[in-house]
């Protein structure tokens, strides 16, 4: 019965992901004479704004309903793109980036939650793996064909893939009401601030292999966003127009999209210890090598570090949630996504900054020795974690 929930989430996934202004985003504030730093301020405010929300709406997700929060969202997300549509200024872009940042931290976390729940509801949650799998799958199939056509869109006009955009993301809405909630345990009527930190304390302080796991996850997490944003640049750099860069965009996320498909079984063969230094290595060391090629090589770089993506954000959700009780699983994969905007708002204006002062290679190999450190300090703990 509850099973029929993850059709819904694949269409919301498809809202979500299939992002014709990504790859073209970063060109569309430098045509309007936006420096880079100031571009990735904007990306930063979009952060910040999830930073502030994320674990109070998983929180409400987990006290009023993950259906209810998917629909504000979705609601949301329409409304942001609408205002980018038929906007200009760096101001009403900012308001753009908040509502957008508020309507994100209400759709992260609770759709992992009820995609667990329903399987959990129907007696499958061992398949969790796979459907997160293949829900991650579709969301960067997605945002391949994106890729394509917002480069394509974008050869008309850098505002036209905006205006579709805000087509797409009105997806989600209706799907969102169709949702049914699994009934999995007795929700409080009256939330408290109270509540939410004892929960942030357990994750975080009391139960110490969910904090590490956590906190790793987290560091990969924020590595593979900022590559997100940050290589359209680089390819622009070195010679490619917009449809070529959508292109490219296609080919990396239908690595990613290919690889979470068999996310499952790659990390049963190559087991979690040589899973999680294989990914770490490829994405941190993505960073790097980007700044040292410089040319169009760093596309079999990209391809190596969006197969680590693939594999890594499936499979480490998968040990959250194993570890995670269902009344506080929103709540806790929001804190996950919490750390990964709270560490993009600051290296993305970083990673500007250096650029603009310095260099896009010198940035790169900068941010990436700052990913590698942070990897560094943490992987040996949560590999502990896992034996435990």
Same mark, same amino acid.
Do not use: Q
């Given at each position: 019965m509850y099973? !029929?929930?993850?059709?819904?989430?694949?269409?919301?996934? @498809? !809202?979500?992901w299939f992002m014709l202004t990504m790859p073209i985003l970063m060109l569309f504030f430098q045509d309007l004479g936006f420096s880079v730093e100031e571009s990735f301020q904007l990306k930063a405010i979009y952060s910040i704004a999830i930073v502030v929300f994320e674990i109070p709406s998983g929180y409400a997700?987990? @006290?009023?309903?993950?259906?209810?929060?998917?629909?504000?969202?979705?609601l949301m997300g329409t409304l942001g793109f609408a205002i980018y549509a038929v906007s200009t200024g760096f101001y009403a872009f900012l308001a753009a980036e908040l509502i957008l940042g508020v309507g994100q931290s209400f759709i992260s976390g609770a759709d992992s939650a009820l995609l667990y729940d329903s399987l959990k509801a129907d007696g499958r949650e061992r398949h969790y793996l796979k459907y997160e799998g293949r829900n991650f799958s579709v969301g960067n199939f997605s945002e391949a064909l994106a890729g394509f056509a917002?480069?394509?869109? !974008?050869?008309?006009s850098l505002r036209t893939p905006f205006i579709f955009q805000t087509v797409i993301a009105f997806i989600a809405v209706p799907a969102a009401f169709m949702l049914v909630e699994p009934q999995l345990y007795t929700r409080r009527q009256k939330a408290t601030w109270r509540d939410i930190f004892a929960v942030v304390k357990y994750a975080m302080v009391s139960n110490r292999s969910l904090r590490y796991n956590?906190?790793?996850?987290?560091?990969?997490?924020?590595?593979t966003l900022t590559m997100a944003w940050v290589y359209p640049l680089y390819l622009k750099e070195i010679g490619f127009r917009e449809i070529h860069i959508g292109m490219s965009s296609t080919l990396v996320n239908l690595v990613v999209g290919m690889t979470t498909l068999f996310a499952y079984k790659i990390e049963q063969r190559l087991r979690p210890?040589?899973? @999680?230094?294989?990914?770490t290595l490829l994405i941190t060391g993505g960073f790097v090598l980007a700044g040292l090629v410089h040319s169009v090589y760093v596309l079999p770089v990209l391809v190596l570090f969006y197969f680590s993506r693939g594999i890594a954000t499936p499979v480490l959700k998968d040990y959250i949630n194993r570890i995670t009780a269902s009344e506080m699983r929103a709540t806790v994969l929001s804190i996950r996504s919490l750390i990964i905007r709270a560490n993009f708002a600051v290296l993305a204006p970083l990673f500007g900054y250096l650029t603009d002062r310095l260099s896009l290679q010198q940035a790169f190999i900068i941010i990436g020795i700052i990913f590698i450190v942070l990897t560094g300090s943490s992987i040996f703990l949560f590999l502990r974690s896992l034996k435990n």
């Open positions: 099973s !029929a929930n993850i059709t819904k989430l694949y269409f919301i996934k @498809v !809202a979500k997700a987990d @006290v009023l309903g993950r259906r209810r929060t998917l629909i504000i969202g979705s917002g480069g394509a869109l !974008a050869e008309i956590i906190i790793y996850s987290s560091i990969i997490g924020s590595a210890k040589l899973t @999680v230094w294989g990914t």
